[in-house]
């Protein structure tokens, strides 16, 4: 191709390029998504925090046990830290006791009982820590529950090992319970209460509310302290392994 006489050829720049009208318009197009999905993932963001911010409040209700856990199931998510009330009486004798416990940032023993609800069910009760062996065991003789009786339902934790002494371990297990309990019919709550009140010669046992956690992380709530001590769990992890 023959160019006439003092006419050039126009280089292609990119400034060219970008001020055609097809290249606005995709400009314009691409703004409009960047900015929809900025919408949606503060929408989603604000989502997840409405969410995590009702989640906690809401154990604090105290509702009975039955409306939300039953007998013979696994412990879910949406139970974890509930407050609780249930009608139910202790089977004398049937008493274990947790070590290496904290109430606060004491350690000490929590002494655990053996709980049947009006309707025939089973139901282990974390009743109350005291700073020393001696103390937990001879508040057995004295221990009650009030009706109805109140507390905080937690999940069972793994069992100690095979060498932990009959009737004395560390870890709030359901299972090594009933291994222990003289009288179990079979009907047992999967998680346990720890008691809102404490009978005499007891402490409360310090149950603060789970905290609410974001639910990317697998689950919307966890708890501060479960009232184990770290060298407790540690032990426990190492004969698991």
């Known amino acids: 191709m023959t160019l006439a006489p003092g006419r050039f050829a126009e280089p292609v720049t990119f400034a060219r390029v970008a001020r055609r009208p097809r290249w606005i318009a995709a400009l314009v197009l691409a703004l409009a998504l960047a900015a929809g999905f900025a919408w949606l993932g503060q929408w989603q963001l604000g989502r997840s925090v409405a969410s995590t911010a009702t989640s906690g409040p809401k154990t604090e209700k105290v ?3 039955t409306s939300f856990a039953k007998t013979g199931t696994t412990f879910r998510d949406d139970q974890l830290g509930r407050m609780a009330s249930v009608d139910a009486q202790l089977v004398p004798g049937d008493w274990v006791l947790l070590s290496e416990r904290l109430n606060g940032d004491r350690q000490g023993w ?5 709980a049947v609800t009006t309707d025939g069910d089973e139901l282990a009760v974390a009743l109350g820590w ?8 001879a508040a057995e003789a004295t221990a009650a529950i009030p009706t ?3 507390g905080r339902y937690l999940p069972s934790e793994a069992p100690d090992g095979p060498k932990a002494e009959k009737g004395v371990q560390s870890a709030a297990s359901v299972a090594a319970f009933i291994n222990q309990w003289a009288h179990f019919t079979g009907h047992v709550y999967p998680g346990y209460l720890v008691s809102h009140s404490a009978p005499e010669g007891l402490t409360r046992i310090d149950s603060p509310r789970p905290i609410p956690r974001m639910p990317s992380t697998g689950s919307t709530c966890s708890m501060r302290s479960s009232g184990r001590s770290s060298q407790a769990s540690r032990s426990t992890s190492g004969t698991a392994s």
């Not at 929590?110 to 053996?114: F, I, M, Q, T, Y």
């Not at 005291?130 to 065991?137: C, E, G, S």
């Open 63 to 65: 509702v009975p046990l």
């Open 110 to 114: 929590w002494l655990v009982g053996h």
């Open 130 to 137: 005291a700073p020393t062996r001696a103390a937990a065991r």
């Open 148 to 150: 109805p009786l109140v």
